[in-house]
């Protein structure tokens, strides 16, 4: 069964740290790009950052350059999302989403497969 399942959410003081992960199964993991999602209360859901299929290509929106880093290890079938120097207005519900790729760049959209996101709240 195809399954996206991020972990490591919760609630985190502002300048706090937490490290997200996203699980993959049912699929061939290293055929995909993945990118990490965030949907605020009353916001549109946005891309945060993305990793190509071999990890060499990654992106970050502006509001998180410096303060996250994304890495993906193959042999697990695992992506992560480090966010450190957390804010409050990092609060939100993060996606893990998929996206078969035939290069080496990673994407924000026509995603192919998503998780159910994991809650961070970031708050004092």
């Known amino acids: 069964q195809l399954q996206l399942v991020e972990s490591g959410g919760g609630l985190v003081q502002p300048g706090g740290s937490l490290r997200l992960s996203c699980a993959a199964s049912?699929?061939?993991?290293?055929?995909?790009?993945i990118g990490w999602f965030r949907q605020a209360p009353g916001k549109e859901r946005e891309g945060v950052s993305c990793i190509g299929k071999s990890g060499l290509s990654t992106n970050y929106a502006d509001s998180v350059k410096g303060r996250f880093t994304i890495s993906r290890d193959n042999a697990k079938n695992t992506v992560y999302l480090q966010m450190n120097s957390l804010k409050p207005e990092d609060t939100a519900v993060y996606y893990c989403?998929?996206?078969?790729?035939?290069?080496?760049?990673?994407?924000?959209?026509?995603?192919?497969?998503w998780g159910e996101g994991t809650l961070v709240t970031v708050s004092s």
């Open positions: 989403a998929a996206r078969r790729t035939y290069g080496s760049r990673c994407y924000y959209d026509g995603m192919d497969y």
């Open positions: 049912g699929f061939t993991f290293d055929y995909y790009a």
